[in-house]
């Protein structure tokens, strides 16, 4: 709890306002009043100073009202714009996004393997410069750089502390990344991010309680409680790759025994694989999988019984409205889907079940990119 | 997110300067002053208020400062009390609590086996009128009753959705028992309640972010984000017993295989017994176990993995500052606590680990009754 001020109050009804009006735009003044019990004095002030500072406009399209037609009010897309970027092993995403979250532009480039981390640093410094001059936005209307990569991440420092997908561990990757850029930049875990997508423009735009399953070369989760990532401690909340399902389960990398990332990551299905027949790439798995092949068929359906049980383990603990099925898999497989909500009817308690959304994410690629770029404005917008 | 108004901003300044004595009591109007970063004129005018409506007095301790003694702040314990209520399937709690949140007084009574609805509410509104008497509490001193007990809870409307232990379903408790005493009535699920007491006067009093096992007849949890109870969609969220954590486990009464309770709950452990020696109870067990014995061993050597996989599940997924461990297991066999600890060493990831800590509750039997009486206070105190 915090004490309340004046200024205080005012900005969270500014930013209030603000969000009102992206969420319901086009909106009208007397709408606003409505929604927000603030009076009609209030809200014309609030408006009359966003449209000076240009970020709310009146819009073209006429209120379908009756009598006198009120002005309605919509975001300007073009006042600012930040660049979102998905850091992975094999591949880095850059995308510039608009006031409205919209994707402007996006450009990707693959990392070598022996890539280091001063070239990937280079790489997206030029793909940056690149994608805001072929677009000609003015480089003062780009306030910053959000970025999305696997791992344990202190966001407030801007520290990457250990990724293992990426091989860093300790690294001050937002400092680095400014020094070359000369944006500001905020860094979080890739799921953190695409939350916070899924959240302002994908599935899960009514809720502010949701959680994000990402299925692919990993297993984790983001969490959004009334609205806010939740991030635990130190911001390992949802860190449920190498949580122990089965202590009499097979060894984990990690050194522990039963990890849910021992039945159902890319690198554990693969290597089930090649008990059957030489097998290279999660796609192979796919496609035998997709042309019934029984052995895929069956790791198939061990990997949905764990995903089941994820999700159940998460619905019971929170009970949140939605649960977003994400990632490599859901993107591959999407008839998938049926079997594991066949299973979670099976295995959730029926009075959280009879509550709970499973739905899937349509943002593919540009979740984590947008998510990213989304956050940045959040962070770096100060009204 | 809501509209902020100048009466709101009142109302939470003066919530915080009673909740920072409550916590920091006795304490000056300077302290007050610098910690909340409100001036001195306004924590003068706050304390006045609270002073004139009896929340607040001034100490007869003595402050340490040098120079010029400041008057110390602290609570009036008998400005109000509330009664908290805990509902088990065999016995029912009854404890007069004071502003402090102190057990005044306390009582107890068993339900019988075929004891109807209409009985356990008579023999807690008479058990409410003595413990009142007996203390010569005037009546109007008493704002409310807080009820906590097991199952599923509707406690915006009052409504016990169901029980499982105490076999009712869709009973308006609430309005019930404000008929029959009169008194404003608070119902929640009894870890809802437990927790609110850790975090008050418990184990957790200075963490916002903290998660409560209770482990007796059956197995839940509640949980504390950012000092708030998590409810989830319908006040479910904790509900773990029922999570499935073997899909080719056991069959539980609730239809579904491989549930949590198959493993940890009191009737399971006594099933599990019998298939050794006639068992009639878990005291029995625990006696086996003290004694040594090797099947009882066996059996709670089981329990504990089970135990501490629910603790890496809900360590992982929130990340909490504190997992506190309670219930009839706990306060019967705290000995056991380290092989619990030692489990979870092996099974939590060692980011998340690090970081937790597990410690036992120490309200024993006063924990829901304390805690119910707290957030009735809560609750029904319009400040």
Chains 1, 2 share one sequence.
Not at 145 to 164: C, N, Q, R, T
Not at 261 to 278: G, Q
Not at 320 to 332: A, K, N, Q, V
Request: charged residues 25%.
């Amino acid at each position: 709890m915090e004490k309340q001020d004046q200024l205080l109050m005012k900005k969270q009804n500014r930013l209030l306002v603000l969000e009102l009006i992206r969420a319901m735009s086009p909106i009208s003044r007397i709408q606003l009043s409505k929604v927000t019990k603030m009076s009609p004095t209030s809200i014309t002030r609030i408006v009359q100073e966003l449209q000076e500072e240009g970020f709310v406009r009146e819009s073209l399209i006429e209120s379908t009202s009756i009598g006198r037609k009120p002005t309605l009010l919509e975001l300007c897309p073009d006042v600012l714009y930040t660049v979102g970027v998905e850091l992975d092993r094999r591949i880095v995403r850059v995308g510039l996004v608009d006031f409205l979250g919209e994707l402007v532009d996006f450009k990707l480039f693959q990392r070598k393997s022996q890539e280091s981390y001063k070239e990937t640093l280079n790489n997206i410094q030029e793909k940056t410069v690149q994608i805001i001059n072929e677009n000609h936005i003015e480089m003062k209307k780009v306030i910053g750089l959000g970025v999305g990569l696997p791992g344990s991440i202190d966001y407030e420092k801007g520290i990457v502390k250990i990724s293992e997908q990426l091989q860093w561990e300790n690294i001050p990757l937002a400092d680095d990344l400014k020094e070359l850029t000369t944006h500001n930049i905020i860094i979080d875990n890739e799921l953190k991010m695409k939350i916070i997508a899924e959240n302002t423009i994908g599935q899960s735009i009514d809720s502010d309680n949701c959680i994000l399953l990402g299925i692919g070369s990993g297993i984790g989760a983001a969490i959004l409680l009334h609205g806010e990532v939740h991030r635990g401690t130190s911001n390992n909340a949802g860190e449920i790759g190498h949580t122990v399902i089965d202590p009499n389960g097979v060894i984990c990398h990690c050194g522990k025994v039963g990890c849910l990332s021992t039945y159902i990551s890319e690198s554990a299905i693969i290597a089930d694989a090649n008990k059957v027949k030489p097998i290279n790439s999660i796609e192979e798995v796919y496609d035998a999988y997709r042309s019934k092949e029984t052995w895929a068929c069956n790791i198939m359906d061990r990997v949905t019984t764990y995903i089941a049980l994820a999700v159940s383990n998460m619905a019971c603990l929170y009970e949140p409205e939605y649960i977003i099925l994400s990632g490599h898999l859901i993107d591959e497989l999407p008839g998938i889907g049926k079997f594991i909500e066949e299973k979670c009817d099976r295995y959730i308690w029926q009075s959280i079940r009879q509550n709970l959304k499973i739905v899937y994410s349509k943002l593919g690629s540009e979740g984590v990119v947008r998510g990213a770029a989304i956050q940045a404005q959040k962070v770096l917008l100060d009204l």
